[in-house]
């Protein structure tokens, strides 16, 4: 029963590994990063740090998932957006190094309310590309928000919630219920925003 259970977090820390490939993938062959947000990748980042450690913490199966997200995040996609939205290479260093260093005692010393508190305050990491996903969807405008890597997103809370019942961990319960109406959201505007953008490719083509 016990390995049963970790398999389910061992697939959600899967998904949510793979889940900046596509993304990724799509800024380098596109060459932009239109739509995309930094700021929601940067606490993506942030989250999948932070679960590393409180998985460490807490002997949780899936711990390797969390770290191998993060250095995929950090390595591969941060440095990728942040180069197609201009920025410097000293900005995108500092971020991606200095997130590790202040979530390490934070996350092994605060007391557990702060902790839990904190890793519910990330939840709110994908308002941002919310607001640009609708931003695109209302004004029919391109965007190259990878679908893939928010649907897997989306999996891998589903798996993430059934996981944290299965444990009984609050912390797993609770965090992944606001993730998954976000990405539900951000899925809804990027297709219905997508199709509106083609249409008017379509009836107006210089545009």
Known sequence: MNMWVESLGIIAAVLDLSMSLPQTLKI???KNAEGV???TWVTLYTTFAAWAIYGWQNQIAATLGFIIAAALVGILLLPTIFRAKKHSWFITILTI?????ILIPLILYAPAIIVTIFLLSLTFNRIPQVM?????????KYSNVSLFSWSLGLAANLFWL???VFRADINLILIPLMPILYDSAILTFELIGNRKYKDSQKENPSA
Not at 97 to 101: K, L, T, V, Y
């Open 28 to 30: 380098w062959r596109n």
């Open 37 to 39: 947000s930094l700021f």
């Open 97 to 101: 190094a200095g997130i590790p260093i």
């Open 132 to 140: 640009k996903s609708y931003k695109t969807y209302k004004n029919t």
């Open 162 to 164: 059934i996981y944290g």
